[in-house]
């Protein structure tokens, strides 16, 4: 009958507590960026240390944290928002037709369809039916006793308070365009930092293996030269 062999485990090099080493990140394989901090926080983090995931994490959103602050100051509420996207591993793109539905009012969409209908083809049409209608009714219909004789009082106050009314629900719906702007730009802005960032990172980290290869091929140079040494050495 055969028995399972225990799980080897290591310590944290920053909780303490120990884990399995599947759950557990070496050294080696921690950017050189958040190695620093972990080393500023916790001296003595050197090779054959080990690290958890959630300690890694928090350690890896400090890193991105300080990268973002010594290039554009203090973080706004849109930089911690893509951190912690990054590190999540969730998406940070949003449909920013979505989010204006949501934050809009009824007046504010009631104001998008009287500015695209009084910006139509159809509304100019009608509008200069009603008007080619209200002038001949007045001059030849009633002939006698118009109820809007020329020069058309009347018509002048309508075509104002039309206009008057008009105005700020047109300056209404741009307000409202401009706020859908604004989400596409900070939408953009969200996606385009989350792509530098992770394109920093993994330069980052191509660099690091780079280096750790050569330091690896440095040292099998060395035994390599160092056999090659004692088989001289032999011969003589």
């Not at 105005?167 to 409202?176: C, G, H």
């Not at 930092?193 to 060395?222: G, P």
Request: neutral net charge; hydrophobic residues 40%; proline residues 5%.
């Amino acid at each position: 009958m055969s028995t399972s062999q225990p799980q080897a485990t290591a310590p944290c090099h920053v909780c303490k507590r120990r884990f399995p080493l599947s759950r557990l990140f070496t050294w080696i394989s921690v950017r050189p960026g958040v190695g620093a901090l972990i080393e500023d926080a916790h001296p003595g983090w050197h090779a054959g240390c080990f690290i958890c995931r959630e300690d890694l994490n928090r350690f890896r959103n400090a890193y991105v944290e300080k990268l973002l602050e010594d290039e554009r100051g203090e973080l706004s509420a849109i930089d911690r928002e893509v951190i912690d996207s990054l590190h999540s591993g969730q998406p940070i793109s949003q449909n920013p037709l979505d989010t204006a539905e949501e934050i809009s009012t009824f007046g504010e969409r009631m104001a998008d369809r009287v500015a695209a209908f009084g910006g139509s083809w159809r509304f100019i049409l009608i509008f200069a039916f009603v008007l080619i209608a209200w002038m001949a009714v007045n001059t030849v219909v009633l002939l006698t006793r118009p109820f809007d004789p020329y020069p058309f009082i009347l018509l002048n106050l309508v075509l104002s308070s039309l206009a008057a009314f008009q105005a700020p629900v047109i300056m209404m719906s741009q307000r409202r365009q401009e706020t859908k702007d604004r989400l596409r730009a900070e939408n953009d802005y969200r996606v385009n930092l989350k792509a530098e960032l992770e394109i920093r990172q993994l330069h980052e980290k191509m660099d690091h293996q780079m280096a750790s290869q050569w330091e690896k091929l440095a040292e099998l140079q060395r035994i390599q030269i160092e056999l090659l040494e004692d088989r001289a050495r032999d011969r003589r």
